[in-house]
């Protein structure tokens, strides 16, 4: 096999958060945090269970933003490098160890999983990516054509590495 020729630095694959994904996921998480304190407001339960309709409403609020703004980035796969726009490494390509896409992998939809040879921090941005621990999923909001061009891509830079 002829060997992957990318220059440092370059941007090789890219995926971006579908609109119509982002909309529908985000305008959920409204809807449902709106109509949970709605009925904590409107028809309110015994004072323990009105609490807990503004905290689970308040919570929604709060993942809706966290996706909103998680989702409005981008993600960059260079030959060093798997980042997103913000500059947040998610994982380094020599760290990479294998990559699942099957249907029973622990993946995110649309994507692939990542395992790393060493333990990273725990990171998520919702509907992106997420890292826990040696393994990184990523997609989610994403299309299924940019997810799987960049997992053949990195794919193809894990069986380089791998003595013959």
């Given at each position: 096999?002829?060997?992957?020729?990318?220059?440092?630095?370059?941007?090789?694959?890219?995926?971006?958060?579908s609109p119509g994904r982002r909309i529908l996921g985000i305008g959920s998480l409204w809807v449902l945090s709106l109509l949970v304190i709605y009925v904590g407001?409107?028809?309110?339960?015994?004072?323990?269970?009105?609490?807990?309709l503004f905290a689970l409403g308040g919570g929604s609020i709060w993942i809706a933003e966290k996706m909103r703004r998680a989702t409005a980035l981008t993600l960059e796969l260079t030959p060093e490098v798997l980042r997103d726009?913000?500059?947040e490494?998610?994982?380094?390509?020599?760290?990479?160890?294998?990559l699942d896409?099957?249907?029973?992998?622990f993946k995110p939809s649309n994507g692939f999983l990542v395992r790393?040879?060493?333990?990273k921090g725990r990171a998520w941005r919702p509907g992106l990516w997420w890292r826990l621990g040696n393994r990184v999923g990523v997609g989610?909001?994403?299309?299924?054509?940019q997810?799987?061009?960049?997992?053949?891509?990195?794919?193809?830079?894990?069986?380089?590495?791998?003595?013959?």
């Open positions: 096999m002829q060997g992957l020729d990318f220059k440092k630095g370059e941007v090789i694959a890219t995926i971006t958060a407001i409107v028809r309110p339960p015994e004072i323990g269970w009105q609490l807990f726009s913000s500059g490494i998610v994982a380094r390509t020599c760290d990479i160890q294998s896409r099957g249907m029973f992998a790393l040879n060493t333990s989610g909001m994403t299309p299924g054509h997810a799987k061009f960049m997992a053949e891509i990195l794919s193809a830079m894990i069986a380089e590495r791998l003595p013959d």
